[in-house]
């Protein structure tokens, strides 16, 4: 709706806020994924260690926000021009204050995640959106992009309120040295692990607005819109449940116990992903009867479709090295990735490719990422497997095959031919899978150390 009220154009400015409030998410240093790590694996701890903890994390977080706030105060004030083709400095202010209001909310949010008191956080959420699509209705399109952010801010000022009235865990405002390093070393490490997909979509974004028009930005930022949203809620049952994963998979289990435990999260989660994925690509052209103007990002829709799909294939390894302590190793490969994707996404620009290439670069990336995710996680489960092993494991026939086809068919302008063949064939070949993966969630869920 809000791609359809602001057009190519000014959706592309929309979405290079949105690109440069992501970078500015990063100087969070990862503290609230460090604090949801920390509060998932040491239930039980003393309430004193725990108020330590939570009390470092809020104080690190205010001072690093305030200080980012200081230096877009200071851009603005020697005017000092950033982005001029989109305007960034009418909106500079805007982006530090809700970068700001965000860190603590994070915060706050893995406070209340890691001990399920989900209401909160559900008000939150559900508050920005309403606001959001209030201002849709309410204001013309020169007025949208202005009421938007105020919005932003207003709904996560109120978001902070909630949070903090009648807070439930005990606070211990200080700053502990030694802690401080460790949640900041284990922050930034879970940041790259954390950002892994995000970044390598946010490199390919900045690649897109650097080198390709305002309009094909707008473009670029509804199919990744589209792609977040298409897992909407999916993501948020897995945001919920991932402490327990993390719990569920720490160092004291058994190794079989782990082993399953991984099998059983990874084949639930992928096989859900690819149903949803698969089937957004198969009716998404319905999408463009509403949004003609997006006709053209029809391919890159698909193709970062598949790349999330993909992604989903190793979250069970995911969530194992992290609750082994390995985000270093994750991270590094995280790294590796976002290199190959931004090389391999400048060449597609030099090349004057169209934008769509910039995001199959992506989907080559997340098979890297997928591959070595998966070697990873064998190796802490003591199975040294090769890479074609690795690839085989993540890419069975029954989701390699529907991928190839969508891909090829894109890529020869068939989007909606590929699309319906592909979608028939994962339908065929996985129906009994489908309904053996809605049992296995129901085993999963219902494991006495799922319930902790």
């Excluded at 949070?163 to 460790?182: A, G, T």
């Excluded at 040294?384 to 190839?404: A, D, G, M, N, Q």
């Excluded at 969508?406 to 302008?413: A, D, S």
Aim: charged letters at 15%; aromatic letters at 16%.
């Amino acid at each position: 709706m809000l791609a359809k009220f602001l057009g190519p154009f000014n959706y592309g400015i929309w979405g290079f806020i949105n690109l440069a409030l992501r970078y500015l998410s990063y100087t969070s240093f990862g503290l609230q994924y460090a604090l949801n790590v920390e509060l998932s694996t040491q239930k039980g701890t003393n309430k004193n260690k725990i108020s330590k903890i939570i009390g470092n994390s809020i104080v690190m977080t205010f001072l690093i926000s305030v200080f980012i706030i200081f230096v877009g105060y200071l851009i603005r004030l020697k005017k000092i021009e950033l982005f001029p083709v989109y305007s960034f400095n009418r909106f500079i202010i805007f982006a530090v204050i809700i970068t700001f209001l965000t860190h603590l909310v994070n915060i706050f949010k893995n406070i209340y995640r890691s001990y399920g008191y989900l209401f909160r956080i559900a008000f939150g959420e559900t508050l920005l959106s309403v606001s959001t699509l209030l201002c849709v209705f309410f204001f013309s399109p020169g007025r949208l992009i202005n009421a938007l952010l105020y919005a932003w801010i207003i709904s996560e000022t109120i978001s902070i309120l909630v949070y903090v009235v009648k807070f439930p865990f005990p606070i211990k405002i200080s700053i502990d040295s030694n802690l401080s390093r460790k949640l900041l070393a284990s922050g930034i490490s879970l940041l790259i692990y954390n950002m892994s997909f995000y970044l390598i979509m946010v490199v390919s974004t900045t690649i897109i607005s650097t080198f390709y028009s305002v309009e094909e930005m707008g473009y670029y930022t509804l199919a990744n819109r589209i792609t977040t949203t298409s897992l909407l809620g999916l993501s948020a049952i897995t945001w919920v449940l991932y402490p327990k994963f993390l719990w569920s998979l720490r160092k004291e289990r058994d190794l079989s116990d782990t082993q399953k435990t991984v099998n059983q999260i990874t084949t639930i989660y992928s096989n859900f992903v690819y149903l949803i994925i698969f089937t957004v690509i198969m009716f998404s052209p319905i999408l463009f009867i509403y949004l003609e103007k997006y006709k053209p990002l029809a391919p890159a829709l698909n193709y970062l479709l598949i790349s999330q799909a993909i992604f989903s294939s190793c979250i069970g390894y995911n969530s194992l090295a992290v609750a082994r302590k390995k985000e270093q190793s994750v991270a590094k490969i995280g790294l590796i990735t976002v290199v190959f994707v931004g090389l391999l996404g400048i060449i597609t620009a030099k090349l004057k490719l169209n934008f769509s290439i910039v995001a199959l670069t992506v989907t080559f990336g997340m098979i890297i990422y997928t591959v070595l995710q998966t070697k990873l996680g064998e190796s802490l489960m003591k199975q040294e497997i090769s890479t074609w092993e690795s690839f085989k494991r993540i890419f069975p026939p029954y989701f390699l095959v529907p991928s190839v086809i969508i891909i090829i068919g894109n890529l020869f302008g068939y989007c909606l031919i590929s699309g319906a063949i592909g979608f028939t064939i994962f339908i065929i070949y996985n129906l009994k899978r489908i309904i053996f993966t809605f049992n296995e969630a129901k085993i999963l869920l219902l494991r006495s150390d799922f319930k902790k």
